[in-house]
């Protein structure tokens, strides 16, 4: 497909949490509805009805061509931003590991390369047949750390004070301090893009243009 024959939009650039905008969080959420709505509006049934198989698949790729690339681009731009930030913190870093499932992904692999070259890094990724399946890599972890013994008691009634509260999101360690929202007192709501000039704040040079020109009109 052709990566340009459509325009999607950059996920979370229209958040209006700045932290999300300039953080290392990523979301795709956006661009599957985009995604879906391009569907909708350039291959509705009846038009997809009336294409030939090849018309039909080629419309298809080029959705999925247009997607991949947006989506390679937010994963490429938060992860040079996140490695930039790990070696803040950590100079000695050597390389930068991409596996699971998306590790596949030819396209993925290309950009987060450039990504490792452009911090002086070393990529390191299994080969694709080896990241077809997260669960498979999770059981593999498991026998490696059995094997050397690196492993605990099965949980019992007796042993039920040393129980570990499971979460589907728990972070591998502290949230860097620039991904982390700032709390507003209680019962103060977050600014939008509109109401970002706080009052007594010098306006804005077009702002002043304007309120110059209402001005004169009302003289």
């Known amino acids: 497909g052709d990566p340009e024959a459509h325009s999607l939009p950059k996920p979370l650039s229209m958040t209006r949490d700045k932290v ?57 731009e938060r992860a040079s931003r996140a490695a930039g930030w790990a070696l803040d913190l950590e100079p000695t870093a050597k390389a930068l590991v991409v596996a699971g499932g998306v590790a596949a992904n030819q396209a993925v692999r290309k950009g987060l390369t450039e990504v490792a070259e452009e911090h002086s890094l070393t990529m ?11 669960g498979v ?16 008691e099965p949980p019992s009634v007796e042993g039920v004070e040393h129980h570990v509260e499971i ?15 700032q709390k507003l ?9 509109a109401k970002q000039q706080e009052k007594g704040a010098p306006p804005t040079e077009g702002a002043a243009q304007k309120k110059q020109a209402t001005g004169e009109e009302q003289a």
């Open 167 to 181: 979460r589907p999101r728990w972070p591998l360690g502290e949230r860097d301090p620039r991904s982390q929202q």
């Open 20 to 76: 999300l905008q300039q953080g290392c969080d990523y979301s795709f959420s956006g661009l599957k509805t985009a995604a879906r709505t391009l569907v909708d509006k350039t291959l509705p049934s009846a038009k997809a009805a009336s294409l030939s198989e090849e018309e039909l698949h080629s419309a298809k790729a080029d959705v999925a061509a247009a997607f991949q690339s947006r989506a390679v681009q937010h994963l490429c």
């Open 185 to 193: 007192p209680k019962g103060q709501k977050r600014k939008t893009p």
């Open 137 to 152: 890599m999770v059981a593999w972890a498991g026998i490696e750390r059995l094997s050397l013994g690196l492993y605990e």
């Open 124 to 134: 390191r990724c299994p080969p694709p047949r080896l990241c077809v399946d997260n």
